[in-house]
Each structure stands twice: as C-alpha cells, then as structure tokens.
C-alpha cells in the first residue's frame, strides 16, 4: 500500500520547448460531451462544482486526443480589476481534461482510480478572462499498470497560453476512496486560521 502511494510515473525529458505537435483534424471525428456528462464524472473525482475547469468536451474517436472547452469568467482570474488566470488554474484544466477523456475512453482499468502527480509545463504567454479556452490533451492508446501520462496545451484561438506533461499512478480503488474520504473529511471540518470577528 505504502509503495503504491509513492509510486510516480516519470515526466518525459525535454529540451525547453519541445513538445509534440498537436493537429485537431476534422471536427466530425470527434464525440461530443455536455456539461452534464463531464461534471459527472468530475465529481467522481472528489470536485465540486467551483473547482471545474473543463465545461464540455471534444473526445476523438481514435480514443487518443480531447479538447475540452472552459469558460473562465472575470472572477476566475488572479487581481480582479486586472485578472489573470494562474498558472496552477491552467495546469489544473489540463489534469482535469485528462482525467474526463480516460473515464469517457473506457481507459482506466477495473477496479482503479488515478491519482495525478506531477506536472512538467512552460506558459508561453498571459490568459485573460473572460474568455473561452480550449484543454487540449494527447494520451497513449494503451495504460501502463500503474502510470499514466498525458500532454496538454491550454489554447485561446491560435495562442498557446500553456503546455506541458501531466502524470499520475494508478491506484486500486480502495485507496482512491480512503484518498476521497480524507478530503471530504477535511472540507467539512476546516478550521478558522484567523478568528478575529468584525
């Protein structure tokens, strides 16, 4: 149980910059997922409804490639007169994309939940709320037994905003739901760091 906890999967070496090429072809070779659909299977994973960042999403029917679309409004962003959408808000859309492609491709195996872990990414430039952004990620056409790894981009039209490596472990179920239960736990016990009352 301890080894699994620890085990991490390795984020492929780079030179800065370089990244796989990703081409979105034709529209028609995509399935399409509503709101409903993605936030279901987000919850699954322990995410309320303000902590979504993917609102919909493109799955390929090669099972290889999705596009998610968030819609980041204004109070999304970091500084609220002049906002911009953090980098960990970016990276967390893209683990997020990833997460909901594997459960709607049929990827994960029985009896095993995924635990992201480690992130690899460069921010080519500034995201601006509000605006909508497309969660691209590329992920292999079969799991490792415990690893797995995906690449992401965050785009806005053309523009690159961020990109990199995502990657998680495969855990069986139990200890995803003890994982769970701890979270949970601490939601609804949070503690006041500063108790001063007006």
Known sequence: MHQ????KPA????????????ELGNPEDYNYFPAEQVSSVLAGFGYGENMMRVHALYLHKSNSQAVGVWCAIQEEGHFIDKP??????QAE???????????????????????????DFDYPS??????????IVLFGDSLKEREIIGYGEVRCGPNILSQGYISGTLLENRTSERLLERTRTQQANAV???????
């Open 4 to 7: 699994e906890l620890e085990s």
């Open 11 to 22: 984020i492929p070496q780079r030179e800065k910059g370089q990244y796989p090429r990703i």
């Open 84 to 89: 911009v959408l953090r980098g960990v808000e």
């Open 93 to 119: 859309a893209i683990g997020q994309t990833l997460l909901v492609a594997l459960v709607l491709a049929n990827k994960i195996p029985e009896g095993r939940a995924i635990r992201l872990g480690s992130i």
């Open 126 to 135: 500034a995201a601006i709320p509000p605006v909508d952004f497309n969660t």
């Open 192 to 198: 006041t760091i500063f108790p001063f009352q007006g």
